[in-house]
């Protein structure tokens, strides 16, 4: 959850305009990747939720599909409004 909250921190940073530098996209690199996999070992351990590797996965995988597909609607609406 710390992870989360540092991750949600420098994305609100980033996307206000205060993190326009390489320092800043560096940052929100590392904390994405380490809250990443922080999550998702505790998804896929068998201790704490019961999924599997392979459910949560895919599970993984279908949130990852669905935030580019709604992140490409939004781009291309942004382009054609220009």
Known sequence: ???AAIFAIVLLIFA???????????ASIVT??????TLGDLVANQHVL???????????C???AGTVLLRRDKSS??????
Do not use: D, I, N
């Open 77 to 82: 609406v942004a382009v054609r409004e220009v």
């Open 16 to 26: 206000h305009g205060g993190g326009r530098s390489k320092s800043w996209y560096w």
């Open 1 to 3: 959850m710390v992870l």
């Open 32 to 37: 994405a990747r380490t809250a990443g996999t």
């Open 50 to 60: 019961h999924l599997g590797l392979p459910l949560s996965t895919a599970c993984t």
């Open 62 to 64: 279908s949130l990852l």
